[in-house]
Antibody, heavy 121, light 110 residues
Framework: EVQLVQSGAEVKKPGESLRISCQTS????????ISWVRQMPGKGLEWMGRIDPSDSYTNYSPSFQGHVTISNDKSIRTAYLQWSSLKASDTAMYYCARHSGSGSNPIFDPWGQGTLVTVSS | QSVLTQPPSVSGAPGQRVTISCTGSSSNIGAGYDVHWYQQLPGTAPKLLIY???NRPSGVPGRFSGSKSGTSASLAITGLQAEDEADYYCQSYDSSLSVVFGGGTKLTVL
């Protein structure tokens, strides 16, 4: 069974750094891209960016370019999303999702369970 | 404001049929990019419901169907059930903005 298991909820202060993770199992990690998707409280889904685990090539939405960094560690089949300086507006649920289908228009299946990030002073 | 436009809410009685529209433009759906649909039950992660316009993954009931025409796509749900109450999102690709989602539609089963 393909599974994406995300790290637990985080509570941080503005200006702090953070890295959340998405550990995968049940398939060849380097054969499928992984994306990160943001969902702010009570709002819709926003695609942030994606990574090709085979070579760590990344592609970001213009809305998130420069604000977050996506990376991975092949040895532990895990993808990461990180911030160097959090803002209150980063408060949201973050999902990782595995790609299926073509690279330009991926089908997201399955999804991780989500990581809630709360940024508050 | 989302690149793909969905109605904020739809509703229907058990057993009825409802449709959810997803309207794009010539830079996304109208450019030939496929549309995928996701169901997000309250408090849970999104789940793939329809892929490549009209295909159902294994395990998704036949009550759910999708279609695409021109710059729009639609999700239809027949024989509404209480457990269908959820948020529904369409997703495609935009030549200028990359992967894009609709704003989401909240389905209420009356």
């Amino acid at each position: 069974e393909v599974q994406l298991v995300q790290s637990g909820a985080e509570v941080k202060k503005p200006g702090e750094s953070l890295r959340i993770s998405c550990q995968t199992s049940g398939y060849s990690f380097t054969s499928y891209w992984i994306s990160w998707v943001r969902q702010m409280p009570g709002k819709g889904l926003e695609w942030m960016g994606r990574i090709d685990p085979s070579d760590s090539y990344t592609n970001y939405s213009p809305s998130f370019q420069g604000h977050v960094t996506i990376s991975n560690d092949k040895s532990i089949r895990t993808a990461y999303l990180q911030w160097s300086s959090l803002k209150a507006s980063d408060t949201a649920m973050y999902y990782c999702a595995r790609h299926s289908g073509s690279g330009s228009n991926p089908i997201f299946d399955p999804w991780g369970q989500g990581t809630l990030v709360t940024v508050s002073s | 404001q989302s690149v793909l436009t969905q109605p904020p809410s739809v509703s229907g009685a058990p057993g009825q049929r409802v449709t959810i529209s997803c309207t794009g433009s010539s830079s996304n759906i109208g450019a030939g990019y496929d549309v995928h649909w996701y169901q997000q039950l309250p408090g849970t992660a999104p789940k793939l419901l329809i892929y490549t316009n009209s295909n159902r993954p294994s395990g998704v009931p036949g009550r759910f169907s999708g279609s695409k025409s021109g710059t729009s796509a639609s999700l239809a749900i027949t024989g509404l059930q209480a457990e269908d109450e959820a948020d529904y999102y369409c997703q495609s690709y935009d030549s200028s903005l990359s992967v894009v989602f609709g704003g989401g539609t909240k389905l209420t089963v009356l």
